[in-house]
């Protein structure tokens, strides 16, 4: 297994990047400019296909093994009244994914995925953040380890996903941390009423006056303000890095999660696809800071890897397209003029 020995040992891997295969993603769009259609006619369907390429360091890009990696986790900061629903929630939705009856067990079925949930100590919760920080060091690299060791070196491509009751808090949380605004980035999350937000609100303020010593390190913020599930999903997004494996991001949550990378290298994220917009507010806000442009608005806030999901059937008739259209040349169909 894993283990970043320090948060200085994990520094130095999120700044340690491969670079994707630039020559892949140019023999894409070589082919995309001979296919019987005009030019740029499929729109983000090419530049998804050259994407591929660039991150699987091949083309024609494939789709045969995807992962959707779910992490699950509990949060201390419940305690404060933020969610809708209670913490043994985690640990019931867990047990739903393994029989099969939630959301995203039929969206993986339909994407050709793989689905694997993680829980990470459910009977634990992290710290409340207001008290404390809400893991330690040792805690945090931990869960940290937990994502990296998670994903599957031979995927063509990851989908993450998480699942934990509080975790839009701590989103919330480690977004304004990482970018300012205060309590901007909080919503309504499960379905909390406006005085449930008005508590959130007022905890997050609470977190960032009580942590202001480590707000400097996207680490020391993912380590205080996160949770085990958030901290999971770094470490598989950095895992997908080193390894060049094209990652779809879901919503809010595994958005804030991978934030801490950005600030850390400002190329971290360019093997990652935002797969949708949530529907929580402040999604939008994080994908505008990040600059990361969702695939799909769809009014989604589930979680759970839902709304990546969806967008794996995208990919897949992006690539579809790619290889399975004629060219001008085998058709004899006639280009314009010069």
């Not at 404390?132 to 994903?151: I, K």
């Not at 499960?190 to 010593?213: E, F, P, S, Y």
């Not at 009014?299 to 999901?309: T, V, Y």
Request: net charge negative; proline share 4%; charged share 20%.
């Amino acid at each position: 297994m894993t283990r970043f020995a320090s948060l200085d040992d994990l520094r130095t891997a999120c700044l340690d990047l491969p670079d994707g295969d630039s020559e892949a993603a140019a023999e894409v769009s070589r082919r995309e400019a001979v296919l019987t259609k005009p030019p740029r006619s499929l729109g983000r369907l090419e530049e998804m296909v050259a994407w591929l390429a660039r991150w699987q360091g091949r083309n024609p890009p494939r789709l045969n093994n995807i992962e959707i990696l779910v992490f699950a986790g509990n949060h201390g900061v419940t305690a404060k009244g933020v969610s809708a629903y209670p913490p043994e929630v985690t640990a019931q939705m867990v047990n739903n994914f393994a029989s099969g009856g939630a959301a995203i067990n039929q969206l993986a079925h339909v994407a050709g995925a793989e689905l694997r949930v993680v829980a990470l100590s459910l009977e634990t919760p992290t710290a409340d953040f207001t008290e404390s920080p809400a893991m330690d060091e040792d805690e945090f690299l931990d869960a940290v380890s937990s994502g990296y060791d998670a994903l599957s070196p031979e995927a063509d491509l990851v989908v993450l996903g998480e699942m934990g009751i509080g975790n839009t808090t701590a989103a919330a949380a480690v977004s304004a941390a990482l970018f300012g605004g205060g309590s901007r980035f909080a919503g309504h999350g499960t379905g909390i009423d406006d005085a449930g937000l008005k508590r959130k609100r007022d905890v997050i303020d609470q977190a960032l006056t009580r942590h202001a010593d480590a707000l400097n390190d996207p680490l020391g913020v993912a380590a205080s303000l996160g949770g085990r599930e958030l901290a999971a999903i770094l470490g598989a997004c950095l895992a997908a890095r080193h390894a060049c494996i094209p990652t779809v991001l879901d919503g809010f949550v595994c958005t804030a999660a991978v934030a801490p990378l950005a600030k850390l290298h400002t190329g971290a994220l360019d093997h990652v696809l935002a797969g949708h917009l949530s529907s929580e507010s402040g999604h939008r806000l994080l994908l505008l800071e990040l600059g990361l442009r969702p695939l799909l608005d769809l009014g989604m806030r589930l979680g759970e890897g839902s709304g990546a999901a969806v967008a794996v059937l995208v990919l897949r008739a992006a690539l579809a397209c790619h290889t399975g259209m004629a060219t001008f040349a085998d058709l004899q169909v006639t280009d314009k003029p010069g």
